[in-house]
């Protein structure tokens, strides 16, 4: 930044910083030319730039201009000059010659891209660590060069890390600061003036969890805390008894950020580890910086929670070399925004009047079939008056894709006016997946399929896919669940197209079925692979999501995704609508027997810890908590059990008024959330909803009742399994804590532990259980999870009792959702694992709490492949019956469409 200043005195540059504190070091860094002068870079004759800072707005433009004139350099944070008039800026920014942007990652921010874009056409310099954001949001610019972080250890700008991961199931937070003490006590005994700081992400978890860990264990080094709510007298206290070694560890909470320079602070004790990569290489580099007097840098990490970024995967594994990790994450990171660089540097024309960083296509495309694999992208601004270019074409010939912005004009409807027009600008982008010779045009303007377009690209033979062909988009997509139908009646003119939404889907399902109708359009959500999905299709030829994509990239992969499924002749449109779930709504209790209820799988995927739920003087974590059927009655209210640590509270579900509504039958449980007074459970599940399932594979939520219209199907008898059940009370479930032989869930146990060689095995029985026996193990690139739902027999002997497999294939309903989060399933496992540690309990059949811990690494590298077994013996194999079998079937069927996973039953012979 400073030789390019350097190079060209007749430069006249705004620098713009995120921090005030960078503000201070960048200025100070122009004055004296920084390491150029001191470096012999720069003479010593040479003159030094006057450097002016922006603090605060400018009064008006005059002011403004009067300061500017006087400087070579500005520095200035986006703060500091929004602070001003839009005048004022305008005016400021005619002002310089160059803009030269710090820590450039912050161009995603709205205030900073809108003073960077003000600048064009003029030179721009961007300048960061990492050139990428989390959010995908493209920081815009041309990658010009990168320094290699292996190339600056090499030169001993950064110098080397140790770390050390502080694994444990219990006492997490303990391990991590004892670990920081002795570290600090080895590097002060080596001689090194080495400084701890402790990371933690919440200020109330930093004062009363972590801090007085410090306090306790490392008195001698005086700890201290830091946090945005304290006053600037007391952070700067703290920060100038660091300065003066009274003390030798801060427990900081968000602080000491961008722009903080302390080279001492060499021991990171990472409580709560950043989530994202950008920030954690940042964050690691503040560390690392320095001189080889110093000594070498230590991270300390745990296991971080689920929600972090999965390039992240390898750098908290158990022990790996950050040295090389860094540089493998830090060069893929810039690899990735190098690809972009390269799918951008595919559009020859430069003359573009508009950003392409800027245009957010939505997922959605008219798709053509083109008999050829030529194509003419230039002659895309064919159809439009030349004069209503604003954007002429762009086009990347390797990627075939070109786009271009086109300004419309109509009359307005209000009036006669034709001085008066509205005025419309519209993106039309297209994409020759010459592969699969289909052509895909996305437009803004939806008043056309744009097949001009189409046909000035690829010629006169492009064809629209549309009819029958377009619908196999939804042919992967297992239990579509339609949430609009488009219908067109192909006899009465009268009333041609109707639209139906919502609880009236059911409906246009219903008159679709008649012959003179037609489906138009549809709107799904349902589950291709295992993820939860979501995509519209129109018989005219158009699919869609309702996604906007962040860049013309991720508009042409999602369009390749679904090039092989256009083109699959083999899928069946009536096997895609027979499959179906058909909502409709609820007017009446279904007369059908109740399998399982239980929370939204979305409701429950996003619940925390934090909500608890009271009974009498106890409280669990809500997400623990379990609803239990207490009857499995075809008529009247649907009775069950609340159930929470050792507590059963009864409930019931009744239908009122269309929709399913909830009541105590005697005391009411509270739940409980933080800083908010206590909420009985009958009103939270009235707001929130709860998910109830039938046989028949029906399911109700709120005011909606979803089936699938299809016949039974029973199960492949070869899935039943008879297992040995001698020396087992089939009447008694649980193993408990001496872990009776003599119990279903003991002996499924032993039948579990001969079908695989499985790393770890939990039993996991209690409330809130992801099943009664959880087993994993890794084969290559998998990850291999079986869930096993054990329950005793009604009677003593095996039979064919319907009623005995109710529970447990509900059971199997509900499990089959943990495929759409399996990181989930797996940290909440290890939570429900470490309570169970930390009050004296042990439900680690195979393995340790910590190997079970490893899992949390391994969730996020490997593909999960999912078993759901049941465990009944008092199902006689040979006994059952229709009802028995097609009961099972569904399950196996849930099992199949929604975990992609493999279902059998341990019953008897």
Not at 335 to 345: K, L, P, R, T, Y
Not at 585 to 600: K, N, T
Not at 688 to 706: D, H, K, R, Y
Request: aromatic residues 8%.
């Amino acid at each position: 930044m400073i030789a390019s200043f350097a190079h060209d005195g007749s430069m006249r540059v705004l620098v713009l910083v995120p921090t005030t504190a960078l503000r201070i070091q960048i200025a100070e860094a122009f004055e004296k030319y920084g390491v150029l002068a001191n470096t012999g870079v720069v003479g010593e004759g040479a003159e030094f730039p006057v450097v002016g800072r922006i603090e605060h707005a400018f009064s008006n433009v005059n002011s403004m201009k009067d300061f500017v004139s006087r400087c070579n350099v500005v520095v200035a944070t986006s703060e500091a000059i929004i602070a001003s008039s839009n005048a004022v800026v305008r005016a400021l920014n005619r002002e310089f010659s160059h803009l030269f942007v710090d820590e450039a990652h912050h161009l995603g921010s709205p205030s900073w891209a809108h003073i960077r874009d003000s600048f064009a056409p003029k030179p721009i310099l961007q300048f960061t660590a990492t050139p990428y954001r989390t959010d995908g949001v493209p920081i815009g610019g041309r990658l010009i060069y990168s320094f290699p972080l292996r190339k600056a250890q090499e030169l001993g700008y950064f110098q080397q890390i140790n770390y050390i991961a502080a694994t444990t199931m219990v006492d997490q937070d303990l391990l991590v600061a004892r670990t920081a003490i002795e570290k600090l006590h080895e590097d002060r005994a080596a001689g090194y003036d080495h400084l701890v700081m402790a990371r933690v992400q919440f200020i109330n978890r930093a004062q009363d969890e972590v801090f007085p860990i410090y306090e306790e264990l490392a008195a001698e080094f005086h700890p201290k805390l830091i946090h945005s709510r304290m006053s600037s007298a007391d952070r700067n206290s703290v920060l100038e008894a660091i300065n003066r070694r009274e003390s030798r560890i801060v427990v900081c909470v968000d602080m000491l950020g961008e722009g903080f320079d302390l080279p001492e602070l060499k021991i990171a004790a990472l409580h709560d580890p950043h989530r994202t990569l950008g920030v954690s290489l940042q964050f690691i580099g503040r560390f690392s910086r320095g001189s080889t007097q110093l000594g070498p840098a230590t991270a300390i990490v745990p296991k971080p929670e689920p929600g972090f970024d999965p390039r992240l995967n390898g750098l908290f594994a158990e022990d790996p070399d950050w040295n090389e990790v860094l540089h493998v994450l830090a060069t893929g990171a810039v690899e990735v925004v190098e690809e972009n660089d390269q799918f951008d540097a595919g559009f020859t024309d430069a003359d573009e009047t508009i950003s392409r960083h800027s245009l957010r296509p939505k997922m959605s495309a008219a798709v053509y079939r083109v008999p050829t694999t030529d194509w003419n992208p230039e002659r895309i601004s064919e159809p439009f008056p030349p004069d209503d270019i604003v954007s002429p074409p762009s086009v990347n010939h390797e990627r075939k894709v070109v786009w271009l912005v086109v300004e419309k004009r109509s009359p307005i409807h209000w009036g006669s006016l034709k001085t008066i027009e509205n005025t419309e600008f519209h993106l039309h982008l297209a994409h020759f997946d010459s592969d699969q010779n289909l052509l895909y045009i996305y437009t803004s303007d939806l008043k056309s399929l744009q097949k001009d377009i189409a046909e000035a690209i690829c010629g006169e033979d492009a064809e629209v896919v549309s009819d029958t062909p377009i619908f196999r988009a939804l042919s992967q997509i297992k239990r579509p669940l339609p949430t609009t139908i488009g219908l067109l009646d192909l006899r009465h003119r009268a009333r041609r197209f109707s639209m139906f939404v919502g609880s009236d889907v059911y409906e246009g399902f219903a008159t679709a079925d008649q012959q003179s109708k037609s489906h138009t359009n549809l709107n799904v959500v349902g589950y291709e692979d295992g993820e939860r999905v979501s995509l519209g299709v129109a018989r005219k030829g158009r699919v869609w999501n309702h996604q906007a994509a962040q860049s013309i990239q991720q508009w042409v992969s999602w369009c390749q995704h679904l090039s092989p499924k256009l083109n699959d002749e083999s899928a069946d449109l009536e096997a895609i609508f027979r499959n179906f779930v058909r909502p409709q709504p609820l007017e009446e209790r279904p007369e059908l027997s109740p399998l399982a209820i239980d929370w939204p799988w979305i409701a429950f995927a996003e619940m925390s810890v934090a909500v608890q739920v009271v009974v009498g003087d106890e409280s669990h974590p809500l997400i623990d908590a379990e609803f239990r059927l207490t009857s499995h009655e075809t008529d009247g209210p649907i009775q069950f059990n609340a159930c929470s640590g050792p507590a059963e509270v009864p409930y019931e579900a009744t239908v009122d008024d269309g929709k399913l509504r909830f009541s105590a039958v005697g005391d009411e449980v509270h739940v409980k959330r933080m800083r908010s007074d206590p909420e009985v459970l009958s009103d939270y599940l009235n707001r929130e909803g709860a998910m109830i399932w039938f046989e028949n594979e029906t399911f109700v939520e709120g005011s909606t009742i979803f089936e699938l219209d299809r016949a039974a199907t029973p199960i492949d008898q070869t899935k039943l399994v008879p297992i040995n059940w001698g020396g087992v009370n089939i009447r008694r479930e649980s193993q408990g804590q001496d872990r009776d032989p003599s119990t279903v869930q003991a002996r499924a146990a032993q039948h579990l532990a001969t079908l695989d060689a499985w790393d770890v095995v939990v039993d996991d029985d209690t409330s809130g259980e992801i099943a009664d026996l959880v087993a994993m193990r890794v084969e290559g690139e998998s990850l291999i999870i079986q869930l096993v739902h054990c329950k005793f027999s009604s009677q003593d002997d095996p039979g064919a009792r319907v009623k005995d497999l109710y529970e447990v294939c509900g059971q199997t309903h509900r499990s089959a959702h943990y495929r759409q989060d399996v990181a989930a399933m797996v940290a909440n496992l290890v939570r429900r694992e470490r309570r169970r540690q930390e009050i004296g309990r042990d439900g680690m059949l195979l393995g340790t709490p910590d190997e079970l811990l490893e899992f949390q690494d391994l969730v996020r590298t490997k593909r999960a492949v999912f078993r759901i077994s049941i465990a009944q013996p008092g199902l006689s194999k040979a006994a059952a019956g229709p009802n028995q079998l097609n009961l099972l079937g569904a399950a196996d069927l849930y099992v199949s469409d929604i975990a992609v996973g493999v279902f059998d039953v341990w019953c008897s012979a």
